[in-house]
C-alpha cells in the first residue's frame, strides 16, 4: 500500500513537473515553487530532465522563478539543496559540454537572489549539512564559468576567509 502511495505521487509530481516546463501550468507562489522544484529532483533520470527543462518553454524561466520564492533555511536546505544534489550528477554535466548546466545555473544566480540567501545562509550557519556539498558545487561551478555570465563570487572567500 506505500508502494502505490509512493507511484501515485510520483505520477503526480512527474505530470506537475512536464505541465510547468511545457508552460501549461505556472509555478506562482512559494508551495508552487516547493512542488515543482521537488517534482524535479524526483525525476527518474537526470540527463533528460536537465535537456527537458532547457528544450523546453517553460522549463528555465520555471526553474528560476521556482528558486527565488524564499530565502529561509528551511527553503534552501530542502528543495533547493534537492535540486542542486540531483543536477550535480557528473552525467548533467557532461551533456552538450556543460552548456545546459550552465544555462541552469545562470537562470538560477543571475540575478544573484538566490545565491546570497544560499551564501548568507552559509556564512550565518543557518545551512544543514546536507547542503554544504551542493553550496560546494554551485560554488566550483560559478568560479569555472568562462563566459562572465555568472556572478562574481570572490567575495565569498574574503567575507568567509575572516569568520
Not at 78 to 95: E, F, N
Amino acid at each position: 500500500m506505500a508502494d502505490e502511495a509512493a507511484e501515485k505521487r510520483l505520477a503526480g509530481l512527474t505530470k506537475l513537473y512536464n505541465a510547468v516546463i511545457h508552460g501549461h501550468r505556472e509555478v506562482k507562489s512559494l508551495a508552487d515553487g516547493k512542488r515543482f522544484l521537488e517534482a524535479l529532483a524526483v525525476q527518474k533520470d537526470a540527463v533528460k530532465c536537465v535537456e527537458s527543462i532547457v528544450a523546453s518553454t517553460g522549463g528555465l524561466p520555471a526553474t528560476a522563478k521556482a528558486f527565488r520564492f524564499s530565502g529561509d533555511s528551511a527553503f534552501l536546505n530542502g528543495p533547493t539543496t534537492s535540486v542542486l544534489r540531483y543536477q550535480a550528477d557528473p552525467a548533467v554535466k557532461q551533456l552538450y559540454d556543460g552548456l545546459f548546466l550552465h544555462r541552469i545555473i545562470e537562470q538560477i544566480i543571475q540575478p544573484p537572489t538566490f545565491w546570497n540567501a544560499f551564501a548568507d545562509a552559509h556564512l550565518s550557519l543557518a545551512l544543514s549539512e546536507d547542503a554544504i556539498l551542493p553550496l560546494a558545487l554551485l560554488l566550483v561551478e560559478i568560479l569555472h564559468d568562462r563566459s562572465g555570465d555568472l556572478p562574481d563570487v570572490t567575495n565569498f572567500f574574503l567575507t568567509t576567509s575572516t569568520q
